[in-house]
């Protein structure tokens, strides 16, 4: 079992910067390959980005690639989501996962095992 709790969230305006962070409360988090997906209301669940169990690899939903990067520091079992020039339209709540299974995908809520309890995110224009 991973219990993941995810920082606080917030308010920024278009165009500004926030820092999501993912703490997980097991020491073997190397073994786990890392997710961040975001749900704005009335909408689907959706992938932002993944980073694998070293961090040799990330992966980004194409639309966010160049104003998100995932990394994570695995001497503080923390995973990472910085976000830059936002817009109204990152509005959502922002869920970081685990995924336990090497064997498994890495873009769909399916491949995931564990789910932080989600912060929200607020972009104002």
């Known amino acids: 079992q991973v219990q993941l709790v995810e920082s606080e969230g917030g308010l920024v305006q278009a165009g500004g910067s926030l820092r999501l962070s993912c703490a997980a409360s097991?020491?073997?988090?190397?073994?786990?390959?890392m997710g961040w997906f975001r749900q704005a209301p009335g909408k689907e669940r959706e992938f932002v980005a993944a980073?694998?169990?070293?961090?040799?690899?990330?992966y980004y939903a194409d639309s966010l690639k160049g104003r998100f990067t995932i990394s994570r520091d695995n001497a503080k079992n923390t995973v990472y989501l910085q976000m830059i020039s936002l817009k109204p339209e990152d509005t959502a709540v922002y869920y970081c996962?685990?995924?336990?299974?090497?064997?498994?995908?890495?873009?769909?809520?399916?491949?995931?095992?564990?789910w932080g309890q989600g912060t929200q995110v607020t972009v104002s224009s």
């Open positions: 996962a685990a995924r336990s299974s090497y064997y498994s995908g890495i873009y769909y809520a399916r491949d995931y095992d564990y």
């Open positions: 097991r020491r073997t988090f190397s073994r786990y390959a």
């Open positions: 980073i694998t169990e070293s961090g040799g690899s990330q």
